[in-house]
């Protein structure tokens, strides 16, 4: 059993900065990728970043440059750190930890006011 927690999630001006987290726990073995999705009203869900277990990272075109993921791997925790959002940035962002199996997490909100 894994169990994801996140935080950071709120509503903040365009422009702003947020910080999201989130901490795995439990049986985790051998962990290979942690990421970042989103999903807004209406739409399907996308991936916004990603980093491997070597510390590779891959990015959304529409977050380049102004998001940033990094890893804690001694915590088991991911972290996303947002500038400049825009107002088309506003979804519920969602944690996934890959190991043999895939865990999400329960989603922090995020809005971003124009």
């Known amino acids: 059993q894994v169990q994801l927690v996140e935080s950071g999630g709120g509503l903040v001006q365009a422009g702003g900065s947020l910080r999201l987290s989130c901490a795995a726990s439990g049986n985790i073995f051998s962990i290979k990728a942690m990421a970042w999705y989103r999903q807004a009203p209406g739409k399907q869900r996308e991936l916004v970043a990603q980093?491997?277990?070597?510390?590779?990272?891959n990015y959304a075109d529409s977050v380049k440059g102004r998001f940033t993921i990094s890893r804690d791997n001694a915590k088991n925790t991911v972290y996303l750190q947002m500038n400049s959002l825009k107002p088309e940035d506003t979804a519920v962002y969602y944690c996934?930890?890959?190991?043999?199996?895939?865990?999400w997490g329960q989603g922090t909100q995020v809005t971003v006011s124009s």
């Open positions: 996934l930890v890959t190991t043999r199996y895939n865990y």
């Open positions: 980093i491997t277990s070597g510390g590779s990272t």
